[in-house]
């Protein structure tokens, strides 16, 4: 009894010795991180550690009194924008001396970079990884969650220059089960989408990220103009006037005899939509309904860049409409659309 005393004594003396204030998770040499890296779904575990940042910042251990969760919270909500090094392998400000393409790419930017090692250049800036990722991250994704709380039901002309004339925006279909609205669902999902591709890299820009707004469709193109998006993809969600049987994921592009889109353009659009379903319905098991081109969509009509609108699912079928209102299902439409992207600037 007494020598598993002393044993436990010496141990213990052993313990306190080795756990000293210098040890850190670095030094023990072990793979298992003893402080929190993911922050919002994204891990940051190649450009932060705990203990390297708050030796190199000591004000930051200060401030929040060691909570390694607002530390990283820090690091990633300020210290990425600041320049601020995270860990012994990357330090920003040497990374963009030793890269300058990737440095025009990114210019002041200082996040872009971060993720970028993180996600692309951890093994090194001229590996197949890091040109994946520059093809990602050089690309901009504009999402248009369709429709609004309110239609507006002014007209606006169909194209650039174009005399006939269409609604600005119309309020949508709705539920026949889930009681929820089209506006609702697509931008729930949009919201998703948005988070899926920005964690892929890419820079997204939203038309609408709440109901309460009043935003043609043209409108909505001019926002990607604008935004000088890659692509443009409008979200939106069936529904049968009679019957309830339909189901499925359809897309709808320009037809190449476009008058306002160039060919290129509406080539690209085409293949756009075809990945986008067709991904879509890897991901949720839906069925593929229809690839339709038209030339009647004002918002597709006024985006310079190749552009699609996804219908998502029937809101008039009972299991399509429930899977649409499930956060769950969403997820999975939301990996599979972003999924579909990356498949269309990068062919895998
Ligand atoms: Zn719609």
């Known amino acids: 009894m007494k020598r598993i ?72 909500l300020f210290g990425m924008k600041a320049g601020w090094q995270g860990c012994k392998a990357f330090d920003v400000t040497e990374y963009r001396k030793q890269h300058p393409a990737i440095s025009r790419l990114f210019g002041d930017d200082l996040p872009r970079y971060y993720l970028f090692y993180q996600l692309y250049g951890y093994k090194g800036a001229q590996t197949d990884l890091a040109f994946y990722g520059w093809k990602i991250m050089s690309k901009t994704v504009c999402i248009d969650p369709g429709h609004q709380g309110r239609g507006n039901y002014g007209t606006e002309p169909v194209g650039p220059g174009s005399g006939t004339r269409k609604t600005k925006v119309s309020s949508g279909t709705y539920g026949r089960y889930s009681r929820k609205n089209e506006y609702q669902v697509v931008l729930e999902i949009a919201l998703k989408l948005q988070k899926e591709l920005e964690h892929m890299g890419y820079k997204v820009v939203m038309t609408r990220t709440s109901h309460n707004v009043n935003i043609s ?5 001019k926002i990607a103009n604008k935004a000088n998006a890659s692509i443009f993809i409008r979200l939106h969600c069936d529904g049968q006037d009679y019957g309830s049987s339909l189901h499925g994921v359809r897309a709808m592009t320009v037809s190449r005899r476009n ?21 879509q319905a890897k991901a949720t098991g839906q069925n593929v309904l229809q690839l339709l081109t038209t030339d009647e969509m004002t918002g597709l009509n006024w985006a310079k860049m190749p552009s699609a609108i996804i219908e998502m699912g029937y809101m008039s079928n009972p299991a399509e409409d429930r899977n649409l209102a499930s956060p769950k299902y969403q997820d999975k439409i939301a990996k599979g659309l972003a999924n579909g992207v990356t498949y269309y600037f990068t062919g895998k």
């Open 5 to 76: 005393i002393r044993t436990g004594v010496l141990l213990l003396l052993l313990f306190i010795a080795f756990s000293g204030p210098h040890r850190t998770a670095a030094d023990a040499g072990t793979a298992t991180a003893s402080f929190p890296t993911v922050w919002d779904g994204m891990n940051w575990n190649r450009v932060y550690n705990y203990d390297f940042y708050v030796k190199r910042y000591p004000s930051v251990k200060k401030y929040y009194n060691g909570d390694k969760t607002k530390v990283l919270r820090h690091f990633v």
């Open 217 to 221: 469709n043209a409108e909505r193109a």
């Open 259 to 279: 008058r306002y889109v160039s060919a290129a353009a509406a080539q690209k659009g085409q293949t756009l939509g075809a990945a986008l379903a067709k991904y």
